[in-house]
Every structure is written in C-alpha cells, then in structure tokens.
C-alpha cells in the first residue's frame, strides 16, 4: 500500500474557477503536511506547509488537513493560467532526521 | 530561481556509459538530497546528506553512487544504468535533515536533470 494516494488527473478547468486538489494517506503518524507546484521543466517548489490539523489560507491558495480522515486538500480559489502545472502534496512525522514521502501529483491546466 | 543548480540538464547515455550529475546549492545549507522523479510515480528519496555524512540510502542500487564533498556540491555517479532509470534526477536542499513545526526545514530543488538510458 502507498504511503500517500494523489489523482494524477490531469484537471483541466476554466480561469476563474475553483480548484480542489486532494491526497489521502495511510501513516497515522504524519503531522506535516505540504503542497509542492512543479511547472513543467521545473524542480517543484513549495507552496503551502501545514502542521497537524486545520485550514492555512496564503493569498488565492487554502490547505486543509483532517487527520481523523487521514485527507489533505488545496483549494486554488480564482484559478489563473499561471496556476498550470502539476501539484504535489508531500508529508511527513517529523523530527529529525525525517523523510518526506509525496504523491504522484495532479495535473492542472488553467484555460484562459 | 531557488539557489539550486543542476548540470546537465539533459544527459542521454547508453548501459556501459558512466556519467556524472552535479549539484550546487548557494543557500548556505547544510543537507542536500538526491530524488528520482518517473512518470505517474511518486517522487522517490534516493540519497540524503546532512553536514557531508550520508544519512539515508534508500535501498538504491550501487549503479547510482552519491558524492558530496562539501556542503555546497552533491555529485550522483552513474555506471552501468538499466533503461528504467531514465528519469528526471532532482537534487534540493534544505537548512537541516529535519522537520519542525515551523517549517523552517523547507527543500529546494533544483530544476532537475532529465537522463534518458539507452
């Protein structure tokens, strides 16, 4: 079984819209919890870092984590064709000396 | 751009080739890390240095050889690769090999090096 499940997609919606992006995962132990953007050609970069559970808003971009359903989600609200590009959720325990473990990413493409 | 470098950016090499990837990162940081990225698979942590010394190897064959001379440079060495190695290798950063509450721990990555084996 996969530490963490993610829809590779590809999403594909219209500019303006509201995106939602999900993973799930089976550690129990996971507390941090983290949504990477890779544009294409590119290394990912981080965009929203997490600690347990709750909702972390940053501009146009919400986090959410539940952690008694062991699921995380990205809203993109107002979606902009700058917002293509795949999205990977990543977590880990903690701690020293801790690995992250990512999804296989989702796919989004922003139509103008 | 993050602070991390990559060269080459592309590399194609036949089985009995050896090659080498290199990375620099000019953020001052202490850990540095070797992924593989495949199609429809997660990113999969390969090699983890932190202050020089190899703290994870991720049950990576010894075809791949991680080098890290310093804090700044990370080498991956290549011999002998087997076509499902073709992938993107990406090399990040990070202060320490650690996660904190705060977040502090954050990797950069470097835009990659996308080896095709042949």
């Known amino acids: 079984q996969k530490e963490v499940e993610q829809d590779p997609g590809p999403l594909s919606v219209p500019e303006g819209a509201i995106v939602s992006l999900n993973c799930t995962y089976s550690n129990s132990a996971f507390q941090y919890f983290m949504w990477y953007r890779q544009y294409s050609r590119k290394g990912p970069e981080l965009l929203m870092y997490?600690?347990?559970?709750g909702n972390k808003e940053d501009g146009r971009f919400t986090a959410q984590v539940d952690k008694s359903s062991k699921y995380i989600s990205l809203f993109i609200r107002d979606s902009q064709p700058s917002d293509s590009a795949t999205y990977l959720c990543a977590m880990s325990e903690g701690g020293t000396g801790n690995q992250f473990y990512f999804g296989t990413g989702t796919s989004l493409t922003v139509i103008p | 751009e993050t602070g991390v470098t990559q060269t080459p950016r592309h590399l194609v090499m036949g089985m009995t080739n050896k090659k080498s990837l290199k990375c620099e990162q000019h953020l001052g940081h202490n850990a540095m890390y070797w992924y593989k990225q495949s199609a429809k698979k997660p990113l999969e942590l390969m090699f983890v240095?932190?202050?020089?010394?190899?703290?994870e190897n991720n049950s990576v064959p010894s075809r791949f050889s991680p080098e890290c001379p310093n804090s700044s440079h990370l080498f991956l060495h290549l011999h002998t690769l087997q076509p499902e190695d073709s992938a993107l290798y990406l090399c990040a950063s990070s202060h320490e090999y650690r996660v904190l509450a705060g977040g502090g721990e954050t990797q950069y990555f470097g835009p990659g090096t996308r080896l095709l084996v042949l």
């Open positions: 240095y932190n202050f020089k010394e190899q703290t």
């Open positions: 997490t600690y347990s559970s």
